[in-house]
């Protein structure tokens, strides 16, 4: 059973820093994708960074230049380093990861989410 737990989330004044951190558990696997979406209060959840096998990333527009999405394969980890936090920033943070797997000539996709992590932004 494939589980992500996220950590490092809290509070912080604005312009302070973050790194969240995820791991998965569960067996033997490899994530196509992974990263992070975020929720705050009345909005709907949102990618925030994620992270392909191939090496290429995505960045929300909003946090580009101030957030950075790394990942340790062997490990099935993923980071989210996050930098002059704003309090528009506050959100509960998820871990996402997402394998794929070849079925004949069908390939299916299954998505694990973690249970989320506060990381809130205030003065």
């Known amino acids: 059973q494939v589980q992500l737990a996220e950590s490092g989330g809290g509070l912080v004044q604005p312009g302070g820093s973050l790194r969240l951190s995820c791991a998965a558990s569960?067996?033997?696997?490899?994530?196509?994708?992974m990263g992070w979406y975020r929720q705050a209060p009345g909005r709907q959840r949102e990618l925030v960074a994620a992270?392909?096998?191939?090496?290429?990333?995505n960045y929300a527009e909003s946090v580009k230049g101030g957030f950075a999405v790394s990942r340790n394969y062997a490990e099935n980890t993923v980071y989210l380093q996050m930098n002059s936090l704003r309090p528009e920033d506050t959100a509960v943070y998820y871990c996402?990861?997402?394998?794929?797997?070849?079925?004949?000539?069908?390939?299916?996709?299954?998505?694990?989410w973690g249970l989320g992590t506060q990381v809130t932004v205030s003065s």
């Open positions: 996402y990861g997402q394998i794929g797997s070849w079925s004949g000539i069908y390939y299916n996709t299954n998505d694990y």
């Open positions: 992270s392909t096998l191939e090496g290429r990333t």
């Open positions: 569960g067996g033997s696997f490899t994530f196509n994708s």
